[in-house]
């Protein structure tokens, strides 16, 4: 993967498609996976350029997103081929997309860390997608608290 050094990183569109998704409560699609697929691969850019920049190697970083974040954060552990040291997700749900190919490539975050949360309580995502969630990333041998 190459890192572009001049990123337009334009994290108002990234809110604002997750927002209409939100806002359609589709909870198990996405309308535009081409959209989802170039703004993560944004986001993977944005994350070699901060290892390049500071110096600081992929392994010593901690991903960390709560709700539309936090999807983003569990595609990173579930399909990217970057290997972060440790992954939050605070609320939020695992695409179908990205959970297809973790499943489909076993102990491909067999050393990945994560820390997963999810509020009994939420209204807006049901906290039966964080335990659908917890299920796929052990399934795939994330190392999970």
């Known amino acids: 993967m190459e890192v572009v050094e001049d990123t337009d990183f334009d994290i108002e569109a990234i809110q604002q498609q997750w927002a ?3 806002e359609n409560q589709n909870l198990n699609n996405v309308d535009d996976w081409e959209d989802v697929k170039k703004n993560f691969a944004l986001l993977e850019n944005e994350l070699l350029g901060i290892e390049k920049r ?9 991903v960390m997103g709560f709700s539309q974040g936090s999807i983003m954060t569990r595609g990173l552990l579930l ?9 939050l997700c605070f609320s939020g749900r695992t695409l179908a997309e990205f959970a297809d190919f973790g499943l489909k490539n076993p102990n491909f975050g067999a050393r990945r860390k994560l820390f997963l949360t999810h509020g009994v ?8 997608k964080g ?3 917890l299920k796929i990333v052990q399934q ?6």
Request: glycine share 6%.
């Open 20 to 22: 209409e998704e939100a």
């Open 54 to 62: 500071f110096q600081i190697p992929l392994k010593d970083m901690a």
């Open 79 to 87: 399909q990217s081929p970057l290997e972060i040291g440790h992954y």
């Open 121 to 128: 309580e939420d209204n807006v995502l049901p906290v039966e």
């Open 131 to 133: 335990r659908e969630s």
């Open 140 to 145: 795939i041998g994330a190392d999970v608290t």
